[in-house]
């Protein structure tokens, strides 16, 4: 029998792809369970449907909030508007109360009226043995025939873009989870909090980004690197599409606050949990007309790499001061280290 790791974190994909191996979708599911795809997609005649779905388990901060973005930028990514939320809000026996309640539905209510999406359904319960809140969301969306976009679609030559930066999500996770902790360990109160705004600002959102990318050029691939940060999202891209990406390391846009916050808990940016950073696999032709669209709307976005090969999965460092070598893989996000 297989050796699995079953650490705090996402399952181990070589479990996972054992476990999806004998599903057959059926002729109306265009995307169906695959490692690296961010949603299904089912086939509703003459248009998509797009279905996402993700828990919120590092934070309880704000997690109504997150729980929306979060399954939002799984939608946002195929290219689909996202337009419904439904949640499962799991509530720790003994230690809810009513402002409790209310203060998460608040901030699921605000988080959807910003994306202007509606609130449809879900399902409430005070389970035992919890020790904090848990909020599981599904996003639904709809996408013309003509405009999805996958995970599975980069192709030979494509540029590589990623947008805002990381650990844009890690950076306001550890600045709010752990901000006394921080302050003993030489992080400046000004740091912190410049840091726990970054759920908003430049926030955790990638909507915005997919649907200006997707309205200038024909995109081939997009993902949104939530757990194990960029480098894991470079590699499920690549997986996704069985692809070789090679990556320009002096290019990897690390966010100042991200790299100290990380640094204080011997953590790498580059494999910490990055909601709010979006990357885009889109022809090499049409990359600076995708760039100059995004930067007009106030968003940062930085050309990191290319698609060098088909056929092969894996993703490549490339440095200016020495040999390439394999992109680190972090198969558990860095950020479960801090909750340890």
């Not at 695959?34 to 828990?55: F, N, Q, S």
């Not at 009513?98 to 399902?123: N, P, T, Y």
């Not at 995109?219 to 997986?239: F, K, R, S, V």
Request: proline letters at 5%; charged letters at 25%.
């Amino acid at each position: 029998m297989e050796s699995y790791d079953f650490s705090a974190g996402k399952l181990d994909y070589q479990l996972l792809r054992r476990l999806l191996s004998d599903l057959r979708p059926s002729e109306r599911i265009i995307v169906g369970p695959k490692i690296g795809e961010d949603a299904a997609v089912i086939d509703m005649g003459d248009r998509y449907l797009v279905a996402a779905t993700d828990p919120i388990t590092f934070v309880t901060d704000l997690i109504g909030w997150y729980s929306v973005h979060v399954n939002a930028n799984d939608v946002a990514t195929m290219g689909a508007k996202p337009l419904w939320f439904l949640a499962t809000v799991l509530l720790p026996e003994g230690q809810t109360d009513e402002s409790l309640v209310w203060e998460i539905f608040s901030q699921m209510k605000d988080a959807c009226r910003s994306l202007q999406i509606e609130i449809i359904g879900g399902h409430t319960e005070i389970t035992p043995e919890l020790t904090r809140p848990i909020v599981v969301g599904t996003m639904l969306g709809e996408v013309d025939k003509d405009k999805l976009v996958t995970s599975s679609g980069a192709q030979l030559g494509d540029a590589i873009l990623v947008t805002k930066g990381v650990p844009i999500e890690g950076t306001a996770i550890i600045a709010r989870e752990k901000e006394n902790e921080l302050k003993r360990r030489g992080v400046s109160e000004e740091t912190v909090e410049r840091a726990k705004g970054f759920l908003f600002e430049p926030g955790i959102s990638v909507v915005r980004d997919a649907l200006i990318a997707c309205s200038v050029a024909k995109i081939n691939a997009m993902h949104d690197p939530t757990e194990g940060g960029l480098a894991m999202g470079l590699w499920e891209l690549a997986e996704a599409s069985k692809v070789v990406i090679e990556v320009d390391m002096n290019a990897l846009p690390i966010i100042p606050e991200g790299r100290e916050l990380c640094q204080a808990f011997g953590l790498n940016p580059l494999g910490t949990i990055s909601s709010g950073t979006l990357l885009i696999s889109v022809p090499k032709q049409h990359a600076e007309e995708v760039m100059k669209a995004i930067e007009r709307e106030g968003i940062f976005v930085a050309h990191i790499g290319q698609v060098v090969r088909k056929g092969e999965v894996c993703v490549i460092a490339q440095h200016a001061d020495k040999p390439k070598e394999l992109f680190p893989k972090f198969p558990k996000d860095e950020i479960v280290r801090i909750f340890q």
